[in-house]
């Protein structure tokens, strides 16, 4: 099977020297590629530089991504192309529109109108004690999936921070049914620490249980490779 994998986490630039950044390391992702490419598959990672890859492998080819807008350039042709999307990497939900100080916002008659400009400095002063930053929300890129190949077995991803089993489950398989996918593997960030990365494996009526990163990738190769 050809399997496509995103991994890492993207970066929105605010200016040439700072960015808004997703903290994920790529280590699942890894740890995914590394099971379908011990197994004979051809695998597809699209990660970022800073991101943990597997070694070398003549079955994996790593594209590098920056941001949700070249993550959707790169993405789309793949997807077409693929039989398995697995997409765990963190997507920032926004990108920045414009960067300016309080007394521009102050002055300004209608805030709105701030979101028409953009910051033309490669570097944005900081002699300011305070900047405000206009965000906007990018792409779902999840949803994008099933437009792109409605045949694609899709694997997402959810993370909601301190809630119930039940809610948890509740917004991931909202999630499934939204995106059409396959299964949705559920967390929550208060229990991932080191090591230990408690998740589950969802489909609209299962759940599988997993600890920890390599649990988690068994669970994803076995489940998309027995699926009946």
Request: charged share 25%.
């Given at each position: ?69 070249s ?5 789309e042709?793949l ?23 309080l ?22 002063s ?103």
């Amino acid at each position: 099977m050809k399997i496509l994998i995103t991994s890492g986490g993207t970066t929105e630039k605010i200016d040439s020297v700072r960015g808004i950044t997703n903290h994920a390391t790529g280590s699942l992702g890894k740890y995914i590629a590394e099971i379908f490419l011990e197994n004979g598959h051809e695998v597809t990672l699209v990660t970022t530089k800073e991101a943990i890859k597997p070694e070398n492998h003549p079955n994996l080819t790593v594209c590098l991504i920056t941001n949700v807008e070249s993550l959707i350039s790169i993405l789309e042709p793949l997807v077409k192309t693929s039989d398995v999307f697995i997409h765990s990497m963190a997507v920032s939900d926004y990108t920045p529109v414009y960067m300016t100080d309080l007394h521009e916002v102050e002055q300004a008659e209608h805030v709105s109108d701030l979101l028409k400009r953009q910051n033309t400095e490669s570097k944005i002063s900081s002699k300011e004690d305070y900047q405000v930053l206009f965000l906007k929300k990018t792409p779902k890129v999840i949803s994008l999936v099933k437009l792109w190949n409605p045949d694609i077995t899709l694997i997402g991803f959810k993370m909601l921070v301190n809630v119930s089993k039940e809610e948890l489950f509740a917004v991931a398989r909202d999630s499934l049914r939204k995106n059409k996918a396959r299964y949705i593997v559920a967390n929550d960030l208060t229990e991932i620490n080191g090591n230990q990365h408690h998740a589950y494996l969802l489909d609209a009526e299962h759940s599988y249980e997993a600890n920890d990163k390599k649990e988690i990738a068994n669970l994803i190769y076995e489940r998309v490779v027995n699926y009946d």
